[in-house]
């Protein structure tokens, strides 16, 4: 008897909120707001996500992660790397 085991990893290749094509960026703690930049070596800002009330020496300032994103009409969608995991 032959099992054949196959296992699918589905890829979001579009927005889930408008269908748009997922672009490559980074999520990024900054000084005064958590953003998407589009590198960490040049670090060009795409879009704020939202500001927050950290002090400037919080651990969590500079903190970032490769996500995809969408801001497509201001769409400011993210999908980070562990939604894919269940």
Do not use: A, W
Request: charged share 20%; hydrophobic share 30%; net charge negative.
């Amino acid at each position: 008897m032959i099992i054949r085991l196959y296992i699918c990893i589905y890829i979001y290749m579009s927005c889930e909120n408008c269908n748009q094509s997922l672009l490559n960026g980074v999520y990024y703690c900054d000084t005064s707001d958590y953003r998407v930049i589009d590198n960490m070596t040049d670090k060009n800002l795409i879009f704020i996500f939202k500001n927050h009330d950290l002090l400037s020496d919080d651990i969590e300032i500079t903190d970032n992660i490769i996500v995809q994103y969408c801001n497509y009409q201001n769409c400011k969608y993210i999908k980070y790397p562990d939604e894919d995991q269940g």
